[in-house]
């Protein structure tokens, strides 16, 4: 496929996004891909966490090189993609043929309540084991949870390499960046769950980030976009576990990033096949484009996929945590560990959660 053609039929898809982009129940916009001048061909539908135009070129590839499949792509929140998936599974909603979610732990307990399908080719049965769970999820991307901060009005000397260079800020810096620090709400934001869950089970920093937070003021927000247009305006100087994928796919003035050099943690998308999927055997065509050679190469493209070399080269292997996709997950979706996760969350930032 040229790079004309790629970009004509990427031209395509956006103009169905604009047309489409309407919220429809919890979803939060949505687009269609077909390949020009395709007959009357399959539609599957994909629901997924993932912004529109961030996976836009794989799902335009995948079309033309598949013109008899056209997608319906759905773009939600984490939280109501769950919900709603659980309920496709229990029968009391339509299903999608594709969920896509970074709140890896919600897609597993989906998983651990059979609500997904099986499946095993040459593809899938590469991937690691920590990025596949029971041949019915599968982690399709690897992105970094980074710290940005904005260049024009931030000190070099400020910006948190470490968490504890964080720590020491907030305690020498508070006046100066009090309501100026930003990071998930992680009761609205199932991936933000994820990654504060991961610290607290990773770091003895954890306790020390929630009281720094407290005497800054910080801001607990969603979402990815969100915090990142906010890093750039100078609204926020400061934030903290955004995904490094969506800070990559387009330019930015005056933006930092930093890989933690304590620790760095690696958050793989996970894809699903509910078990109440319509169009299964084309779901499944659809993971292998996305684990094939030329799939991860397009996912890497638009930094979905941080290869090696293009990771800091100042972070040691020994600092790259990869959220595995396992039981151990599941520890994040029990209630009674979730409500006093919450509870101190809440007692951290209180009002300021927008």
Not at 152 to 177: C, G, H, I, K
Not at 195 to 219: C, I, K, N, P, Y
Not at 261 to 275: E, G, N, Q, V, W
Not at 327 to 335: E, G, K, S, Y
Request: hydrophobic share 45%.
């Amino acid at each position: 496929m040229t790079r004309s053609k790629f970009q004509q039929g990427l031209r395509g898809a956006l103009v169905g996004l604009c047309l489409c982009a309407v919220p429809v129940a919890a979803q939060e916009a949505i687009a269609q891909f077909s390949a020009q001048g395709a007959l009357s061909p399959t539609e599957l539908l994909v629901r997924s966490t993932t912004d529109i135009a961030i996976l836009a070129p794989a799902l335009t590839a995948f079309v033309e090189a598949n013109p008899r499949i056209a997608i319906t792509y759905e773009q939600w929140g984490s939280n109501a993609l769950y919900s709603h998936s659980r309920a496709a599974c229990e029968g009391t909603a339509k299903s999608a043929d594709v969920v896509i979610s970074s709140g890896v732990h919600q897609m597993l307990d989906l998983v651990n309540r059979a609500c997904a399908s099986p499946y095993v080719s040459t593809y899938t049965a590469a991937l690691p084991s920590a990025r596949k769970w029971r041949n019915e999820l599968w982690g399709i991307t690897q992105e970094a949870a980074v710290i940005i901060y904005n260049t024009a009005l931030v000190p070099d000397e400020d910006a948190p390499r470490t968490r504890f260079a964080l720590l020491d800020l907030m305690r020498r810096q508070s006046a100066q960046y009090r309501g100026r620090i930003a990071t998930y709400d992680i009761e609205r934001s199932g991936l933000g769950f994820l990654f504060a869950f991961m610290d607290s089970q990773e770091a003895t920093t954890f306790g020390g980030l929630l009281e720094g937070f407290s005497r800054v003021d910080a801001v607990a927000t969603c979402c990815s976009a969100e915090i990142i247009k906010g890093v750039e305006r100078g609204e926020y100087l400061i934030a903290y576990n955004v995904l490094g994928s969506y800070v990559a796919s387009a330019p930015h003035e005056n933006l930092g990033v930093i890989y933690p050099k304590d620790y760095t943690l690696f958050l793989s998308r996970a894809f699903m096949i509910p078990k109440t999927a319509q169009r299964a055997e084309q779901a499944a065509q659809f993971l292998d484009f996305l684990l094939s050679p030329e799939g991860e190469q397009i996912l890497a493209q638009s930094n979905l996929v941080q290869r090696q070399d293009g990771i800091d080269p100042s972070l040691p292997q020994s600092a790259q945590r990869y959220i595995s996709i396992d039981i151990t997950l599941l520890v994040a979706m029990d209630q009674h560990r979730r409500a006093s996760f919450v509870e101190k969350w809440r007692a951290t930032f209180g009002d300021e959660l927008r």
